[in-house]
């Protein structure tokens, strides 16, 4: 599994840390699942937090998992009762990071598998379109679904990022039965480990526990 420890977190794009070499980023609509995938990834009961009150995570948390590796967890986004300027605020920590941070090596989209391509999930696929980095859209909340229905939604939510030619794997996902963890954990660690390596850090970097 993947070794992952809190480290730090940020509210606004300056507070991001300089030690960061290479980091996978995770983001999702507010009730999309994203704490949840982030601890059944991590194996890890209380890595990111979980809350019942969508919208409550509101800064950019870091997870280290290796030397200057990390998995990011971004603000949730598109809570409707979060005051607008609050929302407004979310989105520019988001879009500034995902346009601009250089160590981003991959993008973690979570999807509740029940209602995929959202408008803010196309805005959220828009800001990181044309970094040339890869994308891994998590279907979440899989085990809400008969498998015929989930894989008609892998099936559509596939065509439509061929349609759109963006470099991305799609996977169904469940917390609750860890569907798709073991895929997506292979994902991130491949991300992470190919990220191209300065002289400075060779081979010493690694990713904790195999």
Known sequence: MLN???????????????????EVAFAGRSNAGK????????????????????????HINFFQVG??????DLPGYGYAKAPLAQQNAWQSLIGGYLSRRRQLVGLVLIMDIRHPLTPLDEQMLAWFGNAGRPVLILLSKSDKLSRGARLAT???VRARMAQEAIESTVLTF???????????????RDWLQQAKKSPAQGEKAGLGSP
């Open 4 to 22: 992952a420890t809190f480290f730090t977190t940020a509210a606004k794009l300056s507070e991001l840390p300089e030690e960061s070499a290479y």
């Open 35 to 58: 704490s949840s995938a982030i601890n059944t990834i991590a194996q890890h009961k209380r890595l990111a937090f979980v809350s019942k009150t969508p919208g409550r995570t509101q």
């Open 67 to 72: 030397e200057a590796r990390f998995l990011v």
């Open 154 to 156: 892998l099936a559509k």
């Open 174 to 188: 469940s917390s609750v039965d860890r569907e798709g963890a073991e895929e997506t954990e292979a994902i991130l």
